[in-house]
């Protein structure tokens, strides 16, 4: 197991860096075990079909959707439009931070 994998949390933001769906974004929607969680992002894996994945494929980000996590804890459940929000919230916010960052290089 890597060690800079962060301790996956419910409605924590990652991006996949194995497989098919390598380089995507999606949030954490149930925790399988020690080994394995759900993942969905409400566009291509929508809630009731999520991806099962394997904590080794993909990289954990500090970011945690605090909208989908209070969602699952209380009702067990979590729009799609929830998870879309999340993921382009999260991919507003890197994206930001990238730009300025190429701002203060050039």
Do not use: C, W
């Amino acid at each position: 197991m890597k060690e800079d994998i962060v301790t996956p949390e419910i409605g924590q933001i990652v991006r996949v860096t194995y497989g098919r769906e390598q380089n995507q974004v999606a949030v954490i929607i149930e925790i399988i075990d020690d080994r394995y969680v759900l993942l969905a992002d409400g566009d291509k894996r929508k809630y009731d079909r999520p991806k099962k994945k394997n904590m080794n494929h993909f990289e954990g980000t500090p970011f945690i959707s605090k909208e989908v996590r209070k969602s699952l804890l209380e009702t067990g459940r979590v729009s799609n439009g929830k998870l879309r929000f999340a993921v382009a919230k999260y991919e507003r916010e890197v994206v930001t931070e990238i730009e300025k960052g190429d701002e203060h290089s050039v």
